[in-house]
């Protein structure tokens, strides 16, 4: 998608590794956000950054952490990753309110 | 806090005919509604949003949604499927009041056969 980034696209990953995905935007949005994918459960917030260094958890934030140093990076980090976190990873940016929101392309991370 | 429910988990329909994917939502403050759309192992896109001006909302592929306060709805409509609709579904509601965060349905599953 035009403007925001996401990496890497696969990942396979060892039981009780740290795992770092990363959202790049050039859009110079204010807000990002980290959103997780399972079937039966739409997308569910993890995290989020409403500017540099400010950051807050989501509805799933447990084993997850975030970094937000520069305006264009959001970093997702598993610190420890287990089978229950496999699943697809969204990047989203946005202006704010009645702003649409941008979507990134998705992480499909499987833990093994 | 914020809430959606899509009351349907599959749709099916045949090409031409009517498509009505419902949602009801719940929400403290003057909402936003959107409705996405994600096609097979791609991203989510933009279908329209609600963003308290028109009560009607048209959005793009001829897709449409009408927000009605009274009965805390936001279904969408189109008149004739096409195969091409094929695909999974959300209805999304985001708070004035809350960092903008988007709470998701759990998606409508929408089958087209020919």
């Known amino acids: 998608d035009a403007g925001i980034t996401q990496s890497p696209r696969h990942k396979v990953t060892e039981t009780g590794t740290p795992v770092t995905l990363r959202c790049h935007q050039t859009?110079?949005?204010?807000?990002m956000y980290w959103y997780r994918q399972d079937p039966g459960h739409g997308l569910r917030l993890i995290h989020y950054?409403?500017?540099?260094?400010?950051?807050d958890k989501g509805e799933v934030s447990d084993g997850y952490s975030v970094s937000r140093s520069k305006t264009e990076d959001f970093l997702l980090t598993l610190e420890s990753a287990t089978s229950s976190q496999t699943s697809v990873y969204f990047c989203?940016?946005?202006?704010?309110?009645?702003?649409?929101?941008?979507f990134g392309s998705g992480t499909r991370l499987t833990v093994v | 806090a914020q809430s959606v429910t899509q009351l349907d988990s599959h749709v099916s329909v045949s090409e031409g005919t009517p498509v009505l994917l419902r949602c009801n939502y719940s929400?403290?403050?003057?909402?936003?509604l959107f409705w996405y759309v994600q096609h097979p192992n791609k991203g989510l896109q933009l279908l329209l949003k609600y963003t308290s001006a028109a009560t009607l909302v048209k959005g793009i592929n001829g897709f449409e949604a009408e927000f009605k306060k009274s009965e805390t709805s936001f279904h969408l409509t189109k008149p004739s499927a096409h195969m091409s609709d094929a695909a999974e579904y959300f209805c999304v509601v985001s708070d004035e009041g809350d960092f903008q965060k988007l709470v998701f349905g759990t998606g409508t599953r929408l089958l087209v056969s020919p």
């Open positions: 950054s409403y500017g540099v260094k400010d950051t």
């Open positions: 989203a940016i946005s202006e704010g309110y009645n702003y649409g929101y941008t």
């Open positions: 859009e110079n949005h204010r807000y």
């Open positions: 929400s403290s403050y003057s909402p936003s």
